[in-house]
């Protein structure tokens, strides 16, 4: 009898994730790694319906380097107030452009090398969410905000307590005078209730660039906010584009804060589904890829594994978080000259000008220090 226990074969635990993002694609490579019979979810086609910058910002300091479709680190930041500031970024976290498109593909074929089933052009309904809760041990919800699980649950209203709306071209013009550096600029006249509120300009080589705009938005959409396609043409114009050439067109929200509960049964949220995106710069590439990586090594752990996802997850992002609540806050209280000066001082070259800066700001100041100096655990990345 022992013996046959000892050649019955182990039963593979089942692992469902819906969404091929950056979160899902982590998540299955690491469950492959782990020997975990993973299927992969997908409503469109790998690399498809992407609205995004398409910039990697390694927030905590813990990302390995892209691999392919990596177009080139981004070493400077140009910041518009009244004025332009330039900030040498990659001396405090790395910036990576990415065709996001070549680099999900690829993720997606290791993945499948790796004895992953990716099922393309599955749209997962409540219905199919159910039944899945019973064929799947665990099941990781990748595909957005609001989510799948929010629809089953009855939870889609909290993406909407708080949210960055977006709207972005592809476009095609001269870009040398940037390129590869990136800009923000941020808006003067909008009201302190939409801020964050800011265009980019990105470009990926000399004649092709993301170009966006964004605020931030409570509850539903109304006459009330702003006219979001109106301040892209602003953009537009502002910076000589209004003869480019649009060759992709898209928007969309991200749920700007963390959501209150990540684990419903046995499904957990990742990426933006878990409300992951920064409430400041629009950004959540490296906390989906951390998401999908840690919720892997939770399921692991069984129960107790997934009940501790959410606090560990926290862990990581607590000193990132009060700085961009700081800073979030300071766009709001400061006029716009006020604001124009922060941006002075936090990109001057003068030790003098940033110390001077850090003593009429010394809650940024620390906050900063605490997120600049604080070395986080490198995770079981699965690439």
């Given amino acids: 009898m022992q013996k046959k226990l000892k050649n019955r074969k182990r039963v593979k635990m089942k692992l469902a994730i819906i969404g091929a993002g950056p979160g899902g694609l982590y998540a299955a490579l690491a469950a492959a790694g782990k020997d975990i019979q993973a299927d992969l979810f997908e409503k469109r086609k790998v690399g498809e319906g992407i609205v995004c910058g398409e910039c990697i910002f390694d927030s905590l300091g813990i990302m390995a380097r892209p691999g392919d479709g990596l177009l080139h680190p981004v070493d400077e930041l140009v910041l518009k107030g009244h004025r332009e500031y330039a900030f040498p970024l990659s001396r405090h976290r790395k910036l990576w452009m990415l065709d996001r498109q070549t680099w999900q593909r690829d993720l997606a074929r290791r993945a499948k090398n790796l004895g992953v089933r990716i099922h393309e052009n599955i749209r997962i309904t409540r219905a199919q969410l159910e039944r899945m809760q019973k064929e799947y041990d665990w099941i990781l919800d990748a595909s957005g905000a609001p989510s799948v699980t929010s629809r089953l649950y009855s939870f889609t209203g909290h993406y909407f307590q708080e949210y960055l709306l977006a709207h972005q071209l592809v476009l095609a013009s001269d870009f040398r005078a940037l390129w590869p550096r990136i800009k923000i600029v941020f808006f003067p006249n909008l009201p302190a209730k939409y801020q964050p509120a800011y265009y980019w300009v990105f470009?990926?080589?000399?004649?092709?660039?993301?170009?966006?705009?964004?605020?931030?938005?409570?509850?539903i959409l109304n006459r009330d906010r702003p006219d979001i396609k109106k301040l892209l043409a602003d953009a537009l114009s502002a910076e000589g584009l209004t003869d480019a050439v649009v060759l992709e067109r898209g928007g969309g929200i991200a749920a700007s804060r963390m959501l209150t509960n990540l684990v419903y049964g046995n499904l957990i949220l990742v990426g933006d589904a878990a409300g992951l995106t920064s409430a400041l710069h629009g950004g959540g590439i490296d906390l989906a890829c951390l998401s999908g990586t840690l919720a892997v090594d939770a399921v692991t752990g069984g129960h107790?594994?997934?009940?501790?996802y959410q606090e560990k997850l926290t862990r990581y992002m607590q000193d990132k978080l009060a700085l961009e609540r700081i800073t979030i806050q300071k766009m709001r209280a400061l006029n716009f000259d006020q604001f124009d000066d922060l941006l002075c001082g936090v990109t001057s070259q003068s030790?003098?000008?940033?110390?001077?800066?850090?003593?009429?700001?010394?809650?940024?100041?620390?906050?900063?220090?605490k997120w600049f100096g604080t070395k986080k655990e490198i995770p079981d990345w699965p690439v």
């Fill in 351 to 369: 030790r003098f000008t940033r110390f001077k800066t850090a003593l009429c700001h010394p809650d940024m100041f620390y906050t900063t220090l």
């Fill in 304 to 308: 107790e594994g997934v009940a501790a």
């Fill in 203 to 219: 470009p990926k080589n000399a004649g092709r660039a993301n170009v966006g705009v964004v605020c931030t938005v409570r509850g």
